[in-house]
């Protein structure tokens, strides 16, 4: 199943993807968040990618409560997911900036780049627990939980 992931902020989004095998997950990039627009650029992305399920990274604090924005990504995604009519799952974001950096800085991303590509790596983190999870709780790829 071909997965798309978000990574929901108020300036920026990150978007990444995974392969049809759910094997890999792959940072794509940051766009500016402008709502709507960015509601109608994602519709075309999902189309144009055959994107068959949606995560959306949901931000928790450590102790698993929701934090402030999270009803601004949980609004988002379920715009995106009925715009879409794909299957949305969401996805605990504590901490997947942290170590979308982390990653960065392993692989020798100079700073300046870094910052540049974070939300992207950060959606991808998020799809790769997702996945991970999926794998896990031995839910073949192509069907959903």
Do not use: Y
Not at 18 to 40: C, H, K, N, Y
Not at 103 to 116: H, I, S, T
């Amino acid at each position: 199943m071909r997965w798309l992931a978000i990574d929901h902020g108020t300036k920026k989004i990150g978007l990444a993807f995974s392969d049809e095998l759910e094997i890999l997950a792959s940072p794509f990039e940051v766009w500016p968040q402008e709502g709507e627009r960015t509601l109608a650029r994602l519709v075309s992305l999902c189309r144009e990618e055959a994107v068959q399920a949606l995560a959306m990274g949901l931000p928790r604090h450590k102790d698993g409560a929701e934090s402030a924005t999270a009803p601004a990504a949980r609004a988002f995604g379920e715009a995106l997911a009925a715009r879409t009519s794909l299957p949305l799952r969401f996805v605990n974001e504590h901490l997947s900036s942290a170590e979308a950096e982390r990653l960065l800085r392993e692989r020798g991303v100079k700073p300046e780049k870094r910052k540049a590509m974070l939300d992207a790596a950060a959606a991808a983190v998020i799809l790769s627990e997702l996945l991970e999870d999926r794998r896990s709780k031995g839910i073949p790829a192509g069907r959903l939980d």
